[in-house]
C-alpha cells in the first residue's frame, strides 16, 4: 500500500511523539518545577485555572509545563484529566459578601465605602521592560527574602470579618440612594451546570455566567472589544463599581454527618459594573448592574464577563449576542475546531471535485443546446 | 470524610475501563437511548473533554466509550483508511483504555468508529456503526439563530432548505451540495449525514446496521436505527446523484464499484478509499 494523505500508522505517531519529549524534557536548560511556574507565572496558572474550571494549582503547573506554555493546550489536559474523574459532591452557595479581599478598586465614587485598595497591580506602573542583569536580579530577590517582604498579606487564611478585607459592596450605597433597579428574585433556582447540560439560547442568567467564567479570556475580550468597536454594537461602556481580588471559602454538605462543612478556600476576581439604563422600556431614572465572577485572578477576564452580563440582560435575545457568548467563547471548542482541519480531508475533497466538474459540464451543455 | 473520599476513589479505580467515569457513560447512553427512539433527533448531551482535541473525533470517542464492552472487537477508520493517523490514535486510546480486539475488518468487527465513510461491506445487524461528526446542524448553512432552528426542526418546517436546494439548481444546473447531505430520517427529521460522501447515502437507507452520530464540540448525538427510511431530499425530477468520474476504477484492484479517491498528478490515478476493502479485493475484480 502506501499511498496518499497523513498515513504511516503507529509508528509515524510515536516517532513524532518522541520528538516532543525529547525536546520538552531534555531541553538544553535547567529543570522546571511546578512550584516555580506556580511562584513565577502566577496569571498564567489562574487563567488556566480558571478556563479548565479546576481549582489546583500545581497540577496547573504541570500541565502548563507538558503544554510547553501552550495555555489553551493546559486547558484541555486539565478538563480531560476531570472527565476521568467521578463527581463526589456540589458545593454549597457562598455568599460573595464573605469574600475577603487582597484588592479592591471602585472606579465610580473617590471615596466609596470602605478602602480603595491597590494590592498587587501593575497598573500604574510603566511597561519598561527590566533589563538588569540576571545577578542584580537575584540579588534584589535574596535581599527582599531577608527582608521578608514577600506577600506575606496574601498568604494570610481569611480570620475574621473587617472593613478593610471585607468592605461593604458600592451596590448597597447605590440601593440606599435609590438609584438602581431592583432585579433580586425571591426565588432560588438551581443553578445552571454547563459540564452537566448543554446551554443554548434562551438559557438562564446562571448558564450565562458560568459559561463565561470558564471562557477563553482572549474570546471574551474579543466579543467585548468587538460589541465596542466592531460590527455588533450590542454594549455599552459601563463605570465599574467593583473590582475585587480575593479569597472565597468554599463548603459541602458532609456526606455523613450532612453538616455544612469548610473544604478549604478559593481566589476569585469579582467585578459589579454599573449600566448607565437609556432605553425607552427601561427604567432611566436608574443604574443597572452586570456581574463577573471567575477562578482566580483575571480581571480582564471578570470585567468583560460584567459588561457582558448586562449587554446580554438588556439585548434580551433581541440579538445573537447571547447565542455569541455561550457557543463561540470555549477555548478547547474553539481552537480544537480550528485545527481540526489540518486532518485528512480527502474524501470531502473528492465530493467537492467531482461537483465542480458537474457544474462544469451542466454549463457546457446549456451553451451547446 | 477522608476515608469516605478514599472508599469512593477506590471504587473509581476498577471503573477507569474507557477513560470516562462511569455516570457520564450512563448519561451518554441515556442520549444514546433517546436518539434511538426518535431517529434523527439531535439530542444535547453534557459532552465530556477528551483526551483528543473538539472536532478530533471527540463525540465519536464519547459514544464507542460508552457502548464498548470486553468482548467487543474495534474498527477505527478516517476517510476509510485503517492507517490514517488519526484514526490510529483513536483506535490505540480505546484498545489501550478497554483492552479490547481490534481489527481492520469491518464484518469481524463489533463497533466500526469511523470519519467521513461508512466501510464498503461487511456490516450488519449485529453492528454499531458510530460517525464522528463535526457538524450536527444541516440548517446552519439556510438559518444561524438556534431558537429558530429548534422551532423549525420541531414544526419539521425544512422550506429554507428546499429553498436552498432549488435556488442552487437554478444557478449551477446540478444540486452543488458535496458531502454531508442533507437527509430526512423516517419522515420527521432532517440530519446532516456528517461528512459522508454522497456514495455513502444509499447505503444507510434501511441499512441493518445501527448507526450512531456523536458531534462532541457541539454536543449532541443522534442516531438512524436499523431498518429506518433515510431519503436524501432532492426534487422529483432531478435524480440524487453520487459521485462518478466516468472510466475511474482503483489503480490497485481494478474496482469501479467502490468510493473512488484521486492520486493527482500528470498520469492521475484512483484508488478505494477504503483501503481495507481494497486490500481484501486486490486481484479479485480484475
Known amino acids: 500500500m502506501g499511498y496518499s494523505g497523513a498515513r504511516g500508522g503507529i509508528d509515524a505517531i510515536e516517532a513524532a511523539e518522541k520528538l516532543v519529549r525529547r525536546k520538552r524534557l531534555n531541553a538544553d536548560c535547567e529543570w522546571v518545577s511546578p512550584q516555580q511556574i506556580v511562584g513565577r507565572f502566577r496569571l498564567a496558572v489562574d487563567r488556566v485555572m480558571g478556563e479548565a474550571g479546576i481549582w489546583d494549582e500545581e497540577l496547573t503547573a504541570i500541565a502548563i509545563r507538558q503544554a510547553e506554555g501552550d495555555l489553551i493546550e493546559a486547558v ?55 533589563l538588569t542583569s540576571e545577578q542584580a536580579g537575584q540579588e534584589e530577590s535574596m535581599l527582599l527574602a531577608s527582608l521578608a517582604l514577600t506577600d506575606d498579606q496574601e498568604s494570610l487564611e481569611p480570620t475574621t470579618s473587617d472593613e478593610d478585607t471585607q468592605p461593604r459592596r458600592l451596590l448597597e450605597t447605590l440601593r440606599e440612594m435609590d438609584l438602581l433597579v431592583d432585579r433580586r428574585r425571591e426565588d432560588d433556582p438551581e443553578p445552571f451546570d454547563i459540564t452537566r447540560t448543554p446551554a443554548r439560547p434562551p438559557a438562564s442568567r446562571s448558564a450565562r455566567l458560568s459559561s463565561m467564567a470558564r471562557a477563553e479570556t482572549g474570546a471574551l475580550v474579543n466579543q467585548w472589544y468587538r460589541n465596542i468597536l466592531g460590527p455588533d454594537g450590542y454594549l455599552h461602556e459601563v463605570t465599574l463599581g467593583e473590582v475585587r481580588h480575593g479569597y472565597l471559602a468554599l463548603r459541602i454538605e458532609h456526606p455523613l454527618t450532612g453538616n455544612t462543612i469548610s473544604i478549604g478556600t478559593v481566589r476569585v476576581t469579582e467585578v459589579e459594573a454599573i449600566e448607565d439604563l437609556n432605553g425607552i422600556d427601561e427604567q432611566r431614572d436608574r443604574f443597572d448592574i452586570g456581574y463577573g465572577l471567575c477562578l482566580g485572578h483575571n480581571e480582564k477576564k471578570a470585567i468583560a464577563m460584567a459588561n457582558l452580563d448586562i449587554a446580554c440582560h438588556r439585548d434580551a435575545g433581541r440579538s445573537q449576542l447571547e447565542q455569541s457568548l455561550l457557543l463561540t467563547t470555549d477555548g478547547l471548542e474553539s481552537s480544537g475546531f480550528l485545527e481540526h482541519l489540518k486532518l485528512p480531508h480527502y474524501v470531502t475533497f473528492r465530493s467537492m471535485v467531482e461537483r465542480k466538474i458537474a457544474v462544469r459540464e451542466s454549463k457546457n451543455r446549456e451553451r451547446s443546446s | 470524610m477522608t476515608d469516605l473520599l478514599d472508599k469512593l476513589g477506590a471504587e473509581h479505580e476498577h471503573q477507569q475501563f474507557g477513560i470516562l467515569d462511569e455516570y457520564s457513560k450512563r448519561e451518554i447512553r441515556r442520549a444514546i437511548l433517546t436518539a434511538v427512539a426518535v431517529p434523527g433527533y439531535q439530542v444535547p448531551f453534557g459532552s465530556r473533554e477528551m483526551p483528543v482535541a473538539r472536532g478530533w473525533g471527540s463525540g465519536g470517542l ?205 498520469a492521475s490515478r484512483w484508488v478505494c478509499s477504503d483501503t481495507d476493502w481494497c486490500e481484501r479485493n486486490s486481484g479479485k475484480t480484475q
Open chain 1, 76 to 130: 484541555h489536559l486539565l478538563r480531560s484529566y476531570k472527565s476521568t474523574l467521578p463527581r463526589f459532591a456540589y458545593s454549597k452557595p457562598t455568599d460573595a459578601d464573605e469574600l475577603q479581599v487582597v484588592r479592591r478598586i471602585v472606579p465610580a465614587f473617590r471615596n466609596p465605602p470602605g478602602p480603595q485598595l491597590l494590592g498587587r497591580t501593575t497598573d500604574y506602573t510603566g511597561r519598561l521592560l527590566e
Open chain 2, 62 to 266: 464519547q459514544l464507542t466509550l460508552a457502548v464498548i464492552s470486553p468482548s467487543d472487537v474495534i474498527k477505527v477508520i478516517d476517510q476509510g483508511d485503517d492507517q490514517g493517523v488519526n484514526a490510529v490514535n483513536l483506535r490505540r486510546l480505546i484498545v489501550q483504555s478497554t483492552k479490547v480486539q481490534e481489527t481492520t475488518t469491518a464484518s469481524d468487527a463489533s463497533i466500526v468508529q469511523s470519519r467521513h465513510r461508512i466501510p464498503e461491506d461487511g456490516l450488519d445487524e449485529q453492528h454499531i456503526l458510530i460517525l464522528q461528526v463535526p457538524v450536527p446542524e444541516p440548517l446552519r448553512g439556510v438559518e444561524r439563530d438556534m431558537r429558530e432552528l429548534s422551532r423549525m426542526h420541531a414544526e419539521a418546517d425544512y422550506s429554507k432548505m428546499w429553498v436552498s436546494l432549488y435556488e442552487d439548481k437554478v444557478r449551477n444546473g446540478v444540486i452543488t451540495q458535496t458531502t454531508g447531505y442533507p437527509c430526512l430520517v423516517n419522515d420527521r427529521y432532517v440530519i446532516a449525514t456528517t461528512p459522508i460522501p454522497r456514495w455513502d447515502i444509499p447505503r444507510l437507507d434501511q441499512a441493518p446496521f445501527l448507526t450512531l452520530f456523536g458531534a462532541g464540540r457541539e454536543k449532541r448525538i443522534y442516531a438512524v436505527p436499523p431498518y429506518t427510511t433515510v431519503t436524501p431530499l432532492t426534487f422529483e425530477d432531478v435524480p440524487f446523484e453520487v459521485e462518478h468520474t466516468p472510466g475511474a476504477s482503483c489503480s490497485q484492484c481494478g474496482s469501479n464499484k467502490t468510493f473512488l479517491v484521486e492520486i493527482p498528478g500528470p
